[in-house]
């Protein structure tokens, strides 16, 4: 059996993985990590422990799907997305348990992201996690589109070389 501790230790170790799922549903990086933060309460909250690591994961997917459907619906008044049949694949086949490069890579994006200027994290957060055009990032920050698509091209470059430098440093660097 798991305490509250380690599944909150679990969960917030696979929230990464756990948002994405989410965001697969949503399509929105604030509404699934509002749907994320609503499981963690839930998980803390509920009577039983969690038998194990496995358990804590597929009952947070199943949780999360349900909840990513039921605010759709509540939004939109119905639920236009992945089919159930495709909801229900994408949860069966969604790891357990993350492999540990991923990991090791997760950290070094984290890290790298953390080292991009503020204006750069910028342009991604609204590129990326608020899922707007390349175009609407230009409007918002005042610029031309050409001038967006060439910081993007240059954050990709920082990127890639920052993760394999990071990776490289700890010996596990698959792009050797």
Known sequence: MLTREEATAILLEERLALTAYIVTIV???????????????????????????????????????????????????????????????????WPDNQDEGLTDTRGA???????????????LQLRYFEGRSGIHVAEILGRKPATVYQALARIYSLLERCIQTRLAVSGESEYE
């Open 109 to 123: 994006l984290m890290f790298c992201l953390e080292e991009l200027t503020a204006n750069n994290r910028r342009i």
């Open 27 to 93: 399509r929105s990086f604030h509404i699934a990590e509002d749907i994320f933060q609503d499981t963690c309460v839930k998980s803390l909250l509920r009577d039983e422990l969690f038998e194990s690591r496995e358990h804590l994961l597929k009952w947070s997917r199943v949780l999360c799907r349900n909840r990513a459907i039921d605010v759709i619906r509540s939004r939109d008044g119905k639920y236009n997305g992945l089919s159930e049949e495709a909801l229900s694949s994408l949860s069966a086949d």
